[in-house]
């Protein structure tokens, strides 16, 4: 019932800035959205996660302070600021959605198809 779309993925160059956004359906207050990413080879790690009520939010120490996470509820759509761009943020960027507010990627019910960020260098 819970549907996910991401959008904003593309190509930049380092220093430059995206904005990521995933809207969604069928969600309740009660949950929190993340963002993951998956460079190839690799396995999907922890960016960033929003409890929507309330909206606080913590972030990987890899991006602390360069990306930022928010959310519209009239668009019920959360976002992510990606600033300061560097060639090792490129990857395949997933929203998610879990029940706990938390980094773990196993508490995670709901994904989008995730969309594709290059920073070139």
């Known amino acids: 019932q819970v549907q996910l779309v991401e959008s904003g993925g593309g190509l930049v160059q380092a220093g430059g800035s995206l904005r990521l956004s995933c809207a969604a359906s069928?969600?309740?207050?009660?949950?929190?959205v993340g963002w993951f990413r998956q460079a190839p080879g690799k396995e999907r790690e922890f960016v960033a996660a929003l409890r929507w009520i309330g909206g606080s939010s913590y972030y990987a120490d890899s991006v602390k302070g360069r990306f930022i996470i928010s959310r519209d509820n009239a668009k019920n759509t959360v976002y992510m600021q990606m600033n300061s761009l560097k060639p090792e943020d490129t990857a395949v960027y997933f929203c998610?959605?879990?029940?706990?507010?938390?980094?773990?990627?196993?508490?995670?019910?709901?994904w989008g198809q995730g969309t594709q960020v290059t920073v070139s260098s």
């Open positions: 069928g969600l309740t207050f009660n949950y929190a």
């Open positions: 998610a959605a879990s029940r706990k507010s938390t980094r773990d990627i196993e508490e995670y019910d709901y």
